[in-house]
């Protein structure tokens, strides 16, 4: 049988591998990579090969690491029995009875030496989510090991696109294509819609963050910023929060947000306001108004649009802090979060002190991904949702 073809890689990425970093981004090397096959490797030193997997389709991620080898031949069998292995000890680190929820992920890409590959459990479903068009070759072999080890679970598989359009279907029931289901995480309620929406309604990265902000809110005016389908939002009633403001731009998933209020009777609704309405209009009209908030959680999309002009996070945040901190009481606290692995953490944290320069805001305690979603460590870009507190003085 013919050997895995061998590519060159920059002398960068040689380090970097070495070091533990899954990834080979888009520069001249990995430009001139050949487009079919499945596996690529590529020697880092006299003994040993990287084993790639090739993602010609991405436009970034040209191809992730699997293995550190002195083979020049993968064969798909010994892949699969590889990935086997790897999802099962993956599964395994996470026993259900160590989580207050139903949502928990069993796998978490890279984290996991599982690279683009991330499967949630949401109460008796499964959702398989491919970020790399490699696994496209092997979704009946993930497909079959998941089911082997979920028997009696509904199986869903989501092919994650850069346009953000969504491409569900249901691996145990071909006939299946939409399903609503409602979950449990800390307690409460929340409809969980497949195939519906490009994203479920609920975000299970956030779900270990949820449960340390939820220690702080009790008795607190809470104002949830880009609240999405009201997770915080809820979690903070139930966590006998004094009132709490949602604000999204989409009436959509405030109607959403109202739909996890019906299914919570034991939660005060009428503690409960939604603004449907840009961040920044919201903030303007709260400050206009005179009122105040304890606690302010802001966790907006990678970029976003106020209806006119589409503006990356990280440069939103330049205005919208200013007025959070004049929403926010004395000694009140902001979870302010920027959600993309493309800037990095101590970026992030730059800009943020400088945006609060001569402001009575102090940045404290740096908020990460935990619990079922691990980070790598030599990966920044694993890190990719990051969380800072604010406090004002
Ligand atoms: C990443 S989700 C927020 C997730 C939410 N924090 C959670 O944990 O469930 C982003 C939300 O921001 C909303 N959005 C986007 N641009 C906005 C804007 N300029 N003002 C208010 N909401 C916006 C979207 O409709 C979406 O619901």
């Keep these: 049988m013919a050997r895995t073809p061998r590519v060159e890689i920059h002398p960068a990425s040689i380090k970097h591998i070495k070091r533990g970093h899954p990834w080979i981004t888009l520069d001249r090397f990995s430009a001139e990579f050949p487009k079919s096959p499945k596996f690529l490797r590529s020697r880092l030193d006299e003994k040993n090969f990287a084993v790639l997997l090739n993602d010609p389709n991405h436009p970034n991620v040209k191809a992730r690491v699997w293995d550190v080898s002195t083979k020049s031949l993968i064969e798909d069998n010994e892949f699969v029995y590889d990935l086997k292995g ?82 569900f279907f249901c691996a145990t029931n071909k006939k299946k294509t939409e399903e609503n289901i409602v979950l449990t995480e800390y307690g409460v309620n929340y409809h969980v819609k497949f195939n519906k929406f490009y994203d479920i309604g609920i975000y299970t990265d956030m779900s270990a963050i949820r449960e340390r902000i939820g220690k702080t809110l009790a008795d607190k005016d809470v104002l949830n910023l880009f609240s999405y389908t009201g997770v915080y939002s809820l979690y903070a009633l139930k966590k006998e929060a004094k009132s709490v403001v949602s604000v999204d731009l989409s009436k959509k998933y405030i109607n959403w947000l109202e739909e996890n209020l019906e299914i919570n009777p034991e939660l005060d609704a009428s503690k409960h306001e939604a603004m449907v309405m840009p961040t920044k209009k919201a903030l303007m009209k709260l400050i206009d108004q005179g009122r105040t908030f304890d606690v302010i959680i802001c966790d907006p999309p990678s970029s976003s649009t106020d209806g006119k002009k589409r503006t990356k996070a990280i440069d939103a945040y330049k205005e919208l802090i200013p007025l959070i901190e004049m929403c926010l009481n004395k000694k009140g606290k902001a979870y302010i979060f920027l959600n993309t692995h493309s800037i990095t953490r101590n970026k992030f944290e730059d800009r943020v002190r400088k945006y609060i320069e001569g402001s009575r805001l102090k940045v404290s305690d740096p908020i990460k991904l935990s619990g079922d979603c691990p980070s790598l460590k030599g990966f920044p870009e694993g890190d990719y949702l990051k969380g800072l507190t604010l406090h004002k003085s």
């Design 86 to 167: 790897r999802l099962y000890k993956s599964f395994e680190l996470r026993p259900k009875s160590q989580f207050d929820r139903d949502n928990v992920y069993i796998c978490f890409g890279e984290a996991d030496k599982l690279p683009g590959l991330f499967i949630q459990k949401l109460s008796d479903h499964i959702l398989i989510q491919f970020y790399a068009d490699f696994w496209n070759h092997f979704e009946r072999d993930v497909i079959k090991i998941t089911r082997e080890k979920f028997p009696n679970e509904t199986v869903w598989v989501q092919k994650r696109n850069l346009k953000q359009e969504k491409e």
